[in-house]
Structure formats: C-alpha cells, structure tokens
C-alpha cells in the first residue's frame, strides 16, 4: 500500500506484492510470504530488449524507467524472468519498481522500507561493505530468484521458502485463493480444457487445468499451494502468432522465386516480374499493421526509428522490415516498368534480406529471457522452414491463377515439400530431446499434453503433412490446384503451431 500511494499505482496492478503459499494438510499446515518485485538486476535483460531505452541502469545501479519513451510493445515484460512488469492502465506504458529513485536521490529510503513495521525490507547499497545490507549477505545464507537466468538478481531473500520464490515449485493458484473470484482462464476456442480436472463440489460444475507434472509434495504427498497472488495475464496473444505468419509469408514469396531462378525458372512472366513483389509486399504492409496494432502506444510506433535501441532485436528487425520494404518495391517497380534485366539481382537481394526477415525473431524471443521454451536453439531454423513452406505453398496458390511453366511449378512444389519436412524434422527433435529447466519441461507440457495440444498437434499435421503430400502429388504430374490446397493447409498450420508455441511459452508462471 506505501509503494502505491507513493507511487499513484493504479488498482488491479502492482510494482510489488506478497505472496502467499501454503504447505500441508489440516491440521498440520504452514503458510509461508515473500515480497515479489523487480530484482534490478546487474545483467538486466528488460534493458537489453527494450527498443527505445525507455529501461535503462542508472550509476547507482537502479534499473529506471522513462514513461515518456515507452511504445507499450510489453517486450520487456517477456524479458524479464520476475513478472515484475506491467502495462499502466493509465498511460499504456510499463512500469515496475524503481527503487523509489526520486526518495533515494534525497538520501531517503523506498517508501516500503519505511512502512515495513518488522524490518522485514532491507534496503542500501550493496557495494559498501560497512551497509547493513551488505553485512548480510555476506553472513546469512541467502537466496535469490531464478539465478540460472544470469541476470545478476539484487534482491536477496533470507528464510524464504523455496517453493515461494520458484513457481514451478507449487501448484497453481486455479480457484482464486484468498478474498477474490476465480481469474478467467486464457484460451483459444477453448481449446484450453484438455488437461481439465473435475470441478470441486459446489463450484458450478467448472473446470480448471491441472498443473503439470514434476510438483513436490509436502506432508502426506500434498503439494505446496498458492493461496494468494497477482495476476499476470499473458502480454502476447494471436496479434503475434498471425505476425509470424504474414511475414513468414512476405519473406517465403522471395525465397520462393530465388529457388526458382535456380531451377531456370525466368523473369518474363507476370508472376516472377511483379506479381510476387506485390503479394510479397502486401503481406509485409499487414505485418506492419499487425506489429503498430499490438503496441499499448501505437502513436509513437515510430520511436522504434527515431529513439531506437540498437540492442533490441525489435529495432533490428525493423531496420530488416525496412529494408525488405524498399528492396521489394525495386522488383516491383523494376517489373511493372519492363526492366527486366536487373529482376534477377533484385530477387536474390530480397531473398538474402528475406532470410533476415524470418529470422531475425527467433533472436528477439531469444531476448526474452523470461521464456526459457523460446530459448530453443532450433527456433531460427523453424522459421526459416517455415518461410520456404509458405512461399511455395502462396506460390502455388498464385499458379492456379498464373498457370506458370512446368518448371516454376515444380520448383514452388519443392521448395514447400522440403519446407514442411524440415518443419516435421524440427518438431521430432524438440519432442524427443531433454527440457534442461523445469520452466521448459511445463511449457512443453502445456503444448503437446495440456491446453494447448489440440492446437498444436492438428496445426502439425496441416502444416507436415498435408503439404508434403499434396507437393509430392504436384511433383509427381498430379494437378496444381492439390498442391495449391497444401499451401493453404501449410499456413493454417503454421499458425496453429505457432501460436501454440507463442501462448504455451507465457502460461508458466513466473513469479
């Protein structure tokens, strides 16, 4: 309550709160607290993702916050792997815990130091070794949250009980514990209630999910439960998962006509000449709707150019959407107007920056350090399968119209046969290879067993197997139209699949 009156912390969110988890069975139970907040961290990864440094480490080491600055892309809530940001229903932008930076300019201490009537906060500074604080951690065993993150945490706990500081630890908060109603459960048609456990008596027949696997038990087997809260509804949602396709797409059309110059394939017809450039074009331009669209502040979208962070993987990839943009008008333009002997170095130009225009994403989920199953090592590779699936699967889609060579034709029929098998190769080795963290271990869960299976697992077969068979019948001098209905099973598919990939890596709690 002293950090929202000091802070004018609007109702519903919070820069810091405790949580509340018990362990037992009646009679024998304990309930345990822990104060939860940014741990402005040596390593901050919000600063790294962040695109307009609108985050930032300040001398002293407080990790601050411009309001001013911030365009609500909620990158930074990914980032970090404490929940301790959230989007201000006041001025759609961040915010989170700063130390209390303005009080401690003028020699004061944060406002929650100073209402804490046990001394139960201890605040100072952690590099002169005469302050209390320091003597502390140099003396007490203490802990720190997520310490396999890197970050460099600088909230230490002393006594907290590990099921408090690690959410996998304990079960999750399903009926909503203390003094409150039930949180909605996030789903996509409902496709949430697989892993469904029967309701309690007396809870109007409704169903909750059940936790994954791998939750320790305390007395009698019981696990600890959470009792009480915040909630931290997922930042990201299908604005993403459809991103992820259109500018698969964008960047797949390209690629799909650099195979088909390698295959022979020429520039006079109107597909190669300025058709592709323009349907390559207009899935770039609603991918750009969709990036602005998702932003809390879409009227500063253009910070992202003028204020740009140049860690961020969010301004790379608008400086890679930019010059796509421009590269891909040239063919365009180069087409319509007859200049057809500079197509093929402009295709091959597009197709090198269609490269980065896929991929460059998987490095900025890698940013988001908060999500450990988007720290995959084959989520640059399964965007670029994926790109080369749907540029031949819209490919083909186009010849149906186009009625293009017989060497075109099977050109696009390879590039979203291979496509789609390197797709299927990837989900073999992520669904037969060991989660290093538990925080993976229950995202996967989630995805192929839990609330989001269906999804995925249909979303898989549309995006394998259909188009490889039906680009096999193509191959094999079967008609266009099948391997035109495999490109259109191809980018349901890959929406499904990625949006189950997007929303499983969001529902494992972290704090």
């Known amino acids: 309550m002293a950090c929202k009156t000091e802070h004018g912390v609007a109702l519903g969110v919070y820069r810091t709160w405790v949580k509340y988890v018990e362990k037992g069975e009646w009679p024998d139970t304990k309930r345990f607290f822990s104060v939860l907040r940014c741990n402005h961290c040596t390593d901050a990864p919000c600063v790294k993702i962040c695109p307009t440094s609108a985050l930032f480490t300040r001398d002293d080491g407080i990790v601050d916050f411009d309001t001013d600055r911030c365009i609500g892309c909620k990158s930074c809530m990914q980032a970090c792997p404490y929940d301790a940001l959230y989007i201000d229903p006041a001025t759609n932008t961040a915010q989170k815990c700063n130390y209390c ?34 003597e502390l951690v140099a003396m007490e065993q203490t802990t720190v949250r997520a310490p396999e993150q890197g970050t460099g945490p600088n909230v230490y706990y002393l006594g907290a009980d590990a099921a408090n500081l690690d959410p996998v630890r304990s079960g999750t908060l399903d009926d909503g514990g203390l003094w409150r109603d039930p949180p909605s459960i996030e789903s996509w048609l409902a496709v949430d209630l697989t892993d ?12 909750v999910p059940s936790p994954p696997p791998r939750v320790e038990g305390g007395k009698r087997g019981t696990p600890p ?23 698969g797409v964008a960047a797949g059309v390209a690629l799909a006509a650099a195979v088909a110059l390698l295959f022979g394939v020429g520039v006079d017809s109107g597909w190669m000449a300025w058709a592709a450039p323009l349907v390559s074009g207009v899935f770039l331009a609603i991918t750009g709707v969709l990036l602005i669209w998702d932003l809390k502040r879409p009227d500063r979208f253009y910070y992202l150019l003028t204020k740009g962070n140049p ?6 990839g608008a400086w890679i959407l930019t010059a796509f943009a421009v590269v891909d008008g040239l063919w365009f333009l180069a087409g319509v107007s007859g200049a057809t002997g500079v197509l093929p170095a402009l295709i091959w130009i597009s197709a090198l920056l269609a490269l980065g225009l896929a991929g460059y994403t998987a490095f900025l989920f890698g940013q988001a350090e908060g999500r450990d199953l988007w720290q995959s090592p084959t989520l640059l590779w399964h ?24 060497t075109a034709t099977v050109a696009y029929a390879w590039t979203m046969v291979v496509g789609a098998a390197a797709l299927g190769a990837l989900a073999f080795g992520e669904l037969a290879s060991r989660h290093p963290t538990a925080n993976i271990a229950a995202a996967m869960h989630h995805m192929t067993k839990g609330r989001y299976a269906p999804e995925y697992w249909l979303g898989l077969v549309l995006s394998v197997a259909v ?16 391997g035109a209905l495999g490109g259109l099973a191809a980018s349901a598919g890959i929406w ?5 990939f997007v929303r499983a890596g969001q529902s494992v709690p972290l704090s």
């Open 467 to 482: 188009p490889v068979v039906a680009g096999l019948v193509v191959l094999g001098g079967g008609p266009i139209a099948v």
């Open 311 to 316: 860690s961020s993987w969010l301004v790379k």
């Open 383 to 406: 965007m670029l399968a994926g790109a080369f699936t749907l540029g031949g699967g819209v490919s083909l889609v186009a010849a149906v119209v186009a009625a293009p060579s017989g």
């Open 196 to 207: 469904a456990a029967p309701a309690p008596a007396g809870d109007g027949g409704r169903t």
């Open 225 to 247: 439960r959470v009792v009480y809260n915040t909630d931290h509804p997922m930042p990201w949602g299908w604005r993403v998962s459809s991103y992820f396709l259109t500018k």
């Open 496 to 500: 499904l699949v990625d949006d189950a």
């Open 101 to 134: 930076a303005h009080r401690v300019d003028v020699g004061l201490e944060p406002a929650c130091v100073v209402v804490c009537p046990e001394q139960a906060i201890i605040a100072g500074d952690l590099d002169d070794p005469t302050s209390r604080i320091s």
